[in-house]
């Protein structure tokens, strides 16, 4: 019996460390390949984010100087004059993108990512939402709107454009700072 024992063992022993070591080795391979997809996507990230910064810094500079016309015009004497002569180049909506974001959400892999890190990219790409709604709903009521012609018309389309160029101004601000430090953490 002593001897049955002692071979039942002898075999169960290298079969149970075999077992053991194919799972180590697989878990390290896993492991591996999990740490290279979060490389992959915190520099997919990164770059998204780079592009989205440098996509504000062209627009955000227009943007203030149209709040500025907006409000020159404003203060006007001769509104209706100063309005048709003005040289107005569109509102020229900034857009943002979130393919690196949205990829990290469907793969899974944003769960990787340290959990602080992961409310800070909710919260900028949340707010990066809204600009993007803000600036197409703005396009939209700015297109299907009639061009103004008298003076109160004027004024009420300049006051309504320039709270909505300050509320763009603040949303593109409030990115840039949240872009800046996801970049600094990652």
Do not use: W
Not at 83 to 90: I, K, M
Not at 98 to 107: K, V
Not at 143 to 160: G, H, M, N, W
């Amino acid at each position: 019996m002593k001897k049955i024992l002692s071979n039942v063992l002898n075999q169960i022993i290298p079969i149970m460390i075999g077992v053991y070591l194919g799972f180590a080795v697989n878990n390290f391979g896993e492991n591996r390949k999990v740490k290279q997809q979060v490389r992959t996507y915190q520099e997919m990230l990164r770059i998204e984010l780079e592009e989205n910064l440098q996509a504000l810094d062209q627009v955000k500079d227009y943007h203030i100087k149209l709040s500025q016309t907006f409000s020159n015009l404003l203060a006007s004497e001769e509104l209706e004059k100063d309005f048709e002569s003005t040289n107005f180049q569109g509102l020229k909506p900034g857009f943002v993108s979130s393919s690196a974001y949205q990829t990290g959400l469907q793969t899974g892999i944003i769960q990787e990512f340290d959990l602080k890190l992961v409310q800070i990219l909710n919260r900028c790409y949340t707010l990066q939402d809204k600009y993007n709604t803000f600036n197409e709903n703005l396009l939209s009521t700015f297109q299907s709107t009639k061009y103004p012609e008298k003076a109160d018309e004027i004024r009420s389309f300049l006051i309504t454009m320039r709270m909505n160029m300050n509320d763009i101004k603040f949303f593109e601000q409030d990115l840039q700072r949240q872009y800046s430090l996801i970049l600094e953490t990652l």
